[in-house]
């Protein structure tokens, strides 16, 4: 008996069909990779809100981290947040700042020097400046610190901190007038309502920028950018401001270095006169006014 043999025969038309289905869906991929890689803006732009939003939790998981003392995850968390957004400099900010706390002033400066590229035709260079004072304070560098203090003062936006940090750098290079001077001057900005408008649109100003409001963005800058504030500032009540100022660690500290600064002259009366200024305005640092061992 002879058997034959069944074959069979694909069917061309669904070969044909199978083929294009497979095509379709590598061009598909193909193209997808190609987009994801070339990053179009169009792309960028769509993919902007979700990035940002990453990045600030990232930003805010950091920031917790480092009140924590926890310095070397904070690192991780800032580096990932600048990582999805670029733009987000709050993030490169406190990333070289949590290296100034760890003592890693190598990456802390090469840190802050790539905030002060972004910013370098930008009024918020003062941070940039602020950023490098803080850098060298910690060097004990005093000269170098204070060079950058002045520069964060001379863009006209340095408050009552950078005049304080200043001054107080000034003293230590043994120059008694100009920390005198800087410091009475970090005074008298401190209790200013210029002070405090100053800083409620620059906090303002940050928020618009973390949340990429473009719109509202524009508006702090152009008045951090008005030199005339006296029209806006009338919104601020003075007995409010007296009312803040009943504990203040800004005037504390003020008052601290200018009772320092007249002990070392054997001013005594005055130097009694500023500590009891500082234990008006921040109690906390009545340790310090003992260190002193002045008798104030």
């Given at each position: 008996?002879?058997?034959?043999?069944?074959?069979?025969?694909?069917?061309?038309?669904?070969?044909?069909?199978?083929?294009?289905?497979?095509?379709?869906?590598?061009?598909?991929?193909?193209?997808?990779?190609?987009?994801?890689?070339?990053?179009?803006?169009?792309?960028?732009?769509?993919?902007?809100?979700?990035?940002?939003?990453?990045?600030?939790?990232?930003?805010?998981?950091?920031?917790?981290?480092?009140?924590?003392?926890?310095?070397?995850?904070?690192?991780?968390?800032?580096?990932?947040?600048?990582?999805?957004?670029?733009?987000?400099?709050?993030?490169?900010?406190?990333?070289?700042?949590?290296?100034?706390?760890?003592?890693?002033?190598?990456?802390?400066?090469?840190?802050?020097?790539?905030?002060?590229?972004?910013?370098?035709?930008?009024?918020?260079?003062?941070?940039?400046?602020?950023?490098?004072?803080?850098?060298?304070?910690?060097k004990k560098q005093p000269e170098k610190a204070f060079e950058f203090y002045l520069k964060a003062i001379?863009?006209?936006?340095?408050?009552?901190?950078?005049?304080?940090?200043?001054?107080?750098?000034?003293?230590?290079?043994?120059?008694?007038?100009?920390?005198?001077?800087?410091?009475?001057?970090?005074?008298?900005?401190?209790?200013?309502?210029?002070?405090?408008?100053?800083?409620?649109?620059?906090?303002?100003?940050?928020?618009?920028?973390?949340?990429?409001?473009?719109?509202?963005?524009?508006?702090?800058?152009?008045?951090?950018?008005?030199?005339?504030?006296?029209?806006?500032?009338?919104?601020?009540?003075?007995?409010?401001?007296?009312?803040?100022?009943?504990?203040?660690?800004?005037?504390?500290?003020?008052?601290?270095?200018?009772?320092?600064?007249?002990?070392?002259?054997?001013?005594?009366?005055?130097?009694?006169?500023?500590?009891?200024?500082?234990?008006?305005?921040?109690?906390?640092?009545?340790?310090?006014?003992?260190?002193?061992?002045?008798?104030?």
């Amino acid at each position: 008996m002879k058997h034959s043999a069944n074959t069979s025969k694909a069917n061309p038309k669904v070969d044909r069909y199978v083929f294009y289905v497979v095509a379709f869906i590598w061009i598909i991929i193909i193209l997808f990779a190609i987009t994801t890689l070339i990053q179009p803006v169009w792309l960028v732009e769509i993919s902007k809100p979700g990035r940002r939003v990453e990045s600030n939790a990232s930003l805010e998981e950091g920031n917790k981290l480092m009140y924590a003392g926890k310095y070397k995850d904070a690192v991780v968390n800032y580096q990932f947040a600048f990582s999805v957004d670029s733009t987000n400099y709050d993030a490169l900010g406190n990333m070289g700042i949590a290296f100034l706390y760890m003592g890693d002033y190598k990456n802390a400066e090469k840190t802050f020097l790539q905030l002060g590229d972004i910013f370098k035709n930008d009024y918020r260079i003062e941070i940039f400046y602020m950023n490098m004072g803080e850098l060298y304070e910690r060097k004990k560098q005093p000269e170098k610190a204070f060079e950058f203090y002045l520069k964060a003062i001379e863009t006209g936006n340095g408050g009552s901190y950078i005049h304080r940090k200043a001054g107080y750098m000034a003293f230590l290079m043994g120059n008694d007038s100009l920390a005198i001077g800087l410091i009475q001057e970090s005074v008298e900005l401190t209790k200013s309502l210029e002070h405090y408008y100053d800083e409620a649109v620059f906090n303002a100003f940050q928020v618009a920028n973390n949340d990429n409001d473009t719109a509202n963005i524009r508006i702090f800058e152009a008045m951090l950018r008005n030199s005339s504030k006296t029209e806006s500032m009338i919104r601020f009540d003075e007995h409010i401001l007296d009312l803040w100022l009943q504990n203040s660690k800004d005037l504390g500290y003020a008052y601290l270095y200018l009772a320092e600064i007249m002990v070392t002259q054997n001013r005594l009366d005055e130097a009694r006169t500023y500590a009891a200024q500082c234990r008006r305005y921040a109690p906390d640092l009545n340790s310090k006014l003992i260190a002193l061992n002045a008798n104030l």
